[in-house]
């Protein structure tokens, strides 16, 4: 078994986790905004924080339920995990929970959050057969989950499990068949989810498709690696388009990306936590501390608080309602702490 740990921050006492009720915040659309993407309130108004776990890269059952009471109980926006097979580092001996088994777990586990795989590969599983799994799950957790949905794209689990890998266009066609077959099992067959339907969370940023796929059918939606201001301007403004297209109000659809994150208060912190991230991620591993950091700090949000903040404004500018800040330290209490105490109030 593979655990991360940062040697920092206290240990929580998994029977008493952390509890921070007056942060709970209601699972609502985001404010409107106007026609060219930028807000129609200032960006203090709107901007949360959520969590997204990898869930194939060594976490185990006992560190599942210790991060989902801590993540709840700090207040966070909403609580996300892949659904990956193995490791997509290539760290094959790395401990892995199934998603949907550890979703059942979350809408029992927790009380507020709202919470969902980001994204489940419409490859793995019969789109039919997911909506009634997502349906148990949505009524298990009194209407909280998200319904997150990708093509598929990591062949090496697809072939080593022996799940059918087809091309691009067969998988992006089957991912669009999905959101009505589901949508149709919601409201034919028992068990009904609470809210009568589930709302969608589309990850990816491709133009043509993706794109297409989140204005017609995403309440949320997720773009998987960082990307400039300039960048995802771009993506908005295509997604926008499309919209358009439809006559669909674009801001009915939460919006963000999901990254990597390097919190401290001090330059000791920091740098305790990249050798933490040297063992997390392989691609840091040949790096010193202070590589890591500079890394991080230039390509994902990295720093003090206030560095942080200062890095996710200008994305809040243009529209961003949610961060997936991706926690790699999963015993690091304290950096998740760090997230909601200093950063949040910064830009929510």
């Given at each position: 078994m593979h655990r991360h740990r940062a040697g920092l921050g206290r240990a929580a006492d998994h029977r008493h986790p952390i509890t921070r009720s007056e942060r709970a915040v209601p699972f609502l659309r985001p404010q409107a905004r106007?026609?060219?993407?930028?807000?129609?309130?200032?960006?203090?108004?709107?901007?949360?924080?959520?969590?997204?776990?990898?869930?194939?890269?060594?976490?185990d059952w006992r560190l599942w339920k210790h991060l989902a009471e801590t993540v709840e109980g700090l207040g966070f926006d909403s609580f996300w995990r892949s659904d990956h097979l193995y490791s997509v580092m290539g760290e094959l001996d790395r401990a892995t929970i199934e998603c949907w088994t550890s979703l059942a777990l979350i809408a029992t586990w927790t009380k507020r959050i709202p919470f969902?795989?980001?994204?489940?590969?419409?490859?793995?599983?019969?789109?039919?057969?997911?909506?009634?799994?997502?349906a148990a799950v949505d009524v298990l957790s009194e209407g909280r989950l998200v319904m997150g949905v990708g093509a598929g794209w990591y062949e090496s689990e697809h072939r080593d499990f022996g799940i059918p890998f087809p091309p691009l266009k067969e998988r992006m066609d089957r991912m669009?068949?999905?959101?009505?077959?589901?949508?149709?099992?919601w409201a034919a067959r028992n068990p009904r989810p609470v809210r009568g339907t589930i709302p969608f969370l589309v990850g990816g940023d491709g133009e043509r498709r993706t794109l297409r796929a989140v204005a017609r059918h995403a309440d949320w939606w997720s773009i998987g690696i960082h990307r400039t201001p300039e960048e995802y301007r771009h993506k908005v403004e295509v997604l926008e388009r499309h919209c358009r297209d439809i006559g669909r109000d674009p801001g009915e659809i939460r919006r963000g990306f999901q990254t990597t994150f390097l919190v401290g208060r001090t330059?000791?912190?920091?740098?305790?936590?990249?050798?933490?991230?040297?063992?997390?991620?392989?691609?840091?591993r040949d790096l010193t501390p202070e590589q890591v950091l500079a890394t991080v700090r230039e390509?994902?949000?990295?720093?003090?608080?206030?560095?942080?903040?200062?890095?996710?404004?200008?994305?809040?500018d243009l529209g961003v309602d949610v961060f997936w800040m991706q926690h790699f330290l999963f015993e690091d209490d304290e950096a998740l702490r760090l997230l909601m105490d200093e950063v949040a109030p910064l830009i929510a």
């Open positions: 106007h026609a060219g993407g930028a807000r129609a309130v200032p960006y203090l108004d709107v901007a949360k924080l959520a969590i997204m776990i990898e869930g194939q890269e060594g976490v969902g795989p980001n994204v489940s590969p419409m490859t793995f599983r019969e789109p039919g057969m997911l909506a009634k799994s997502a669009d068949r999905s959101f009505d077959i589901m949508r149709g099992v330059e000791d912190e920091l740098l305790r936590r990249a050798d933490g991230l040297r063992a997390a991620i392989p691609r840091y390509s994902s949000f990295g720093g003090t608080p206030a560095e942080i903040a200062a890095q996710m404004r200008p994305y809040v």
